[in-house]
Structures are given as C-alpha cells and as structure tokens.
C-alpha cells in the first residue's frame, strides 16, 4: 500500500500505523503485549467496559509533571535575571475542582474568566489570592463576587472597566489589584479564531490607549495599578510573535514606570503542543529563555528595573495528556475520481478515502469544527493490516461533524473498535455540548493504575431532567 494522493502533504504514510509518538500522546502511553493502548496503567479495554464511549482520559501524573515542569523553567529563566515569575494555569482549558488542586499543588496560580469558572476554582479550595480574573464582558454580579471573595487580580479589558471594578471595591472597602489587557496589534501565526491581538476583535485596550487607562486606574483609591497583560493567541508555533508583543508591552511599560510604580508585567501564554507529527512545539524551557532574554535586554536598554513576570499557560499542561476513546460504527469507503490530468496526462485517477463514523464527534470535540484543528487517530489494538486514509467522523446531523480529518489507520479498522483520539485535554471538554442532545463524556483521570472520575458522564435523564415539559416519571 503507498500514500493515497487525498491525503494532505504533512500526513506522511507511516510504517507502522499502531505506533504511538511520544510528544502527542501522554506520557505514559503504551501498549500491552497484546497491542491494548494502556494510559495511566489502565487499559483502553479495562477504562471502556468500566466507563463506556465517548471517553475523556486524563494522564493525572502528566499533568502535574508538565505544570511543575513549567513552574521550574520559568522560575530558574527570571531568577537569572533577577526577578520573579508567577505561572496561572489558564483555566479555560480544562478546569474542575480535582485540576484545581493539581495546580495548587504544583504552586501554580490560576486564571479564570467567568463567575463559573470562579465558583470552581473556590470550590477547589484554591486561595483566592492566587487567582486572576479575566473576560472582556465581567457582569457587575461577577465583579462584585471576584472582588468580595479576594481575587487576587482583575484584568481589566475595557476603559469602562476601570471605574466598575473601582466602586465594587469601594463598596467592600478594600483597595483591588488590577491589570490592564493590552491589545498589542502583533498577528500571531495561528487561525483567526484563535488571534487575540489583532486590532479588529473583541479582547482588551489598544497599545495607544494603555498609559491613558493606567491613569485612569492611579486615578482610583481603590485600585491597585499592578501591570499590563497581554495574550496575542493560542497554538502558536512561531516565538517572534511573542517577541514583538514583549517589546511593545516593555515600550508601555517602561513610559508608565517613570510616572509610577508598575511591579509586574504579565507577558500570557498561547504556546502550542503537537496535536499530528507535523506539529513542532516550542519546550517550556524555550519560551521561559527566550522571554527573559527580552525582559532583560529591554529593561537594561531602558535603564528601569525588571519588573515580576506573569505566564499563563494551559493547553501545555493538560492538552498532550488527555485522550478520548471512542467505539467505532459505521465504515463507509467514498472512491473520488479525479477528471483532470495528472503529469502524465492521465486522466480520471481516483482514490479512496475510508470515512469511521464514532458515537461522539463535534459534542465532544468541536475544534475540527470550530478551527480546522487536526489531530492524531490510532486504533486502541495493533494490526498489521496495510494503512488507509481515513477521516474519523462523528454521529450528530452535520457534515462538518469531523474529528479527525486526515490519518491512516489500519486497513482491518471495524465496526467495535476502540479508537483513541491524542490531545483532547485541552478545550475538548471545556466546548462540549449536547448538540443533536448527545450528553457530554465522564472525565476519567488515570494514575498507576487506577481511576477516578473527575466529572460524571451526562444520561437521557439528565437531559430530559432540564426540559420542563417532561411529565413527572415518564
């Protein structure tokens, strides 16, 4: 069997299409003798028959190795240079009361962005101190609530933040710290949902705009002036975009130092992790280097003091050490023909491309739908039947219903297999939905051996339980 020429040209055809690569799947994948995916010492079988499909599995040992992972580097990185570095797990990404305690427990801070995502933070039993509240649109139950509990710092998205955040505090009597995000203008390399600095879009205050809005917060007795933020997009591969958001982030700062105290400086995440091999992910230990070298060499430049850093990663820390299982359903080989001429002037070449339904699909992981995002298939056994090009497709009434958009699986794939989908920590359950009323997958984490549920699976009933035209008992 050779590549099929539908497939696009990162997909390479693999010699082996069992084979788990190390940098996307969780750390302690692997198989059994008998070829079973195994994650967390438990096998995808074992986790099935406990759990049933669509399944989330969390790598809880990944997970708290890649965020103390992340606290070193960025913390031996600012040392070197003088200063401090706070990491906040980017709530968004994957948050439950257990994640909660994981972070805290590595000595990582915590960024949510809604009242909801604060309820489970709290719930976790996370100081409110190390917390970071975030949103372009916070309601004034939400404002009030983040700053009666203690949140450690708002981020203020708009001017007119400044003075709701300052009467809330009034109001409790207490003096709140706050940063001030800071639309940078740097377009960073990643898709257009996922750019958050680009000039046309909803997030924070522009560069030019961001002494006049830290005046206005010096201007309030009840606001504490901390820094600026900035956050140019997610999954992004190419560090010069950071770099040019630092630099103008250090132009601001540096002018509001000479006026006032700015202690810190919160530079955001957005690095990415390989979802498919053609990814090629920056280490944390990269990043940490590459933006201290520029607060350093900005600062010295300046002559003004290094200010404490703030980082907010979270995809790196949960996205490569969740997988999702699913059971696989209908086959369903499409031959397309292609009329026009190839180099040898051939025409009608055709080539087939082998559509696996799944009982989950955009419910459970609305990226391929919501960005085009790849990923990376393997069935939960071994084969050696020759690879086909596949698209991994979901069971809810759309076309764009897509999981996994381009991979070769084993030719013998069929209806009962176990299928595992690599990556999904990240976003998959924070974007679930009960679309076509599919009720969203358990949060299974995994750990030498055992298992624990993280979030319990949604039923019939707790669907029709909200629905209030359901007659009672029916």
């Known amino acids: 069997m050779s590549e099929n020429p539908l497939a696009p040209q990162r997909l390479r055809f693999p ?10 799947w969780p750390a302690s994948a692997t198989r059994t003798d008998d070829g079973d995916l195994v994650v967390g010492g438990v096998t995808a079988s074992d986790l099935v028959a406990q759990y049933g499909t669509p399944l989330y599995v969390v790598d809880e040992r990944d997970v708290q190795s890649r965020a103390v992972r992340v606290r070193n580097a960025f913390t031996e990185a600012f040392e070197r240079i003088g200063t401090r570095a706070h990491v906040y797990y980017a709530g968004k990404a994957f948050l439950t009361t257990q994640v909660v305690a994981w972070m805290a427990e590595a000595d990582l801070r915590v960024d949510v962005c809604t009242g909801g995502e604060l309820a489970v933070a709290l719930a976790g039993g996370i100081d409110p101190a190390l917390l970071g509240f975030h949103g372009n649109d916070k309601s004034d139950a939400e404002i009030t609530r983040a700053v009666e509990v203690g949140v450690g710092t708002i981020v203020l998205d708009s001017h007119e933040e400044v003075q709701r955040v300052a009467r809330a505090a009034a109001d409790a009597g207490i003096v709140q710290r706050v940063r001030i995000r800071i639309n940078s203008g740097v377009h960073a390399s990643t898709h257009e949902y996922l750019a958050t600095a680009r000039e046309d879009q909803k997030f924070g205050i522009p560069l030019t705009e961001a002494v006049a809005a830290a005046e ?19 999954q992004i591969f190419d560090e010069s975009g950071f770099r040019e ?33 053609a990814d090629s992910a920056f280490e944390p230990e990269d990043v940490a280097e590459a933006l201290a070298t520029i607060v350093a060499e900005a600062c010295s430049e300046r002559d003004i003091p290094v200010p404490e850093i703030a980082v907010e990663p979270g995809r790196y820390i949960v996205g490569p050490a969740g997988i999702t299982l699913y059971r696989v359903g209908t086959i369903k080989p499409v031959t397309l023909t292609d009329e026009s001429s190839d180099a040898s002037g051939a025409r009608g070449v055709s080539a087939t491309r082998t559509y696996v339904s799944v009982d989950g699909g955009m419910s459970d992981n609305a990226r391929p739908a919501l960005y085009g995002a790849d990923y990376t298939a393997r069935l939960a056994r071994t084969s050696d039947a020759p690879a086909v090009l596949t698209r991994v497709v979901g069971k809810h009434c759309e076309s764009g219903d897509v999981v996994v958009n381009d991979e070769y699986l084993p030719g013998d794939v069929h209806r009962g297999d176990l299928l595992a989908v690599a990556a999904t920590g990240a976003y998959c359950w ?7 009323h599919v009720g969203r997958p358990p949060v299974v984490a995994v750990a030498d051996g055992t298992t624990r549920i993280l979030v319990r699976g949604e039923s019939i009933d707790d669907l029709l339980a909200r629905d209030t035209g359901v007659a009672p008992g029916a």
Not at 15 to 24: G, Q, V
Not at 218 to 232: N, W
Not at 259 to 277: F, K, Q, R, S
């Open 15 to 24: 010699t082996d299409p069992s084979a788990l690569e190390a940098r996307i």
């Open 245 to 277: 958001a630092a630099r103008r982030l250090m132009d601001v700062h540096a002018t509001l130092v000479a006026t006032g105290p700015v202690p810190e400086l919160n530079l955001g995440g957005g690095w990415g992790i390989d979802y498919t091999e």
């Open 216 to 234: 206005a917060v010096r201007a309030e007795s009840s606001l504490a002036f901390v820094g600026l933020h900035s956050h140019i997009g997610s």
């Open 430 to 436: 924070s974007l679930a939905s009960n679309y076509n």
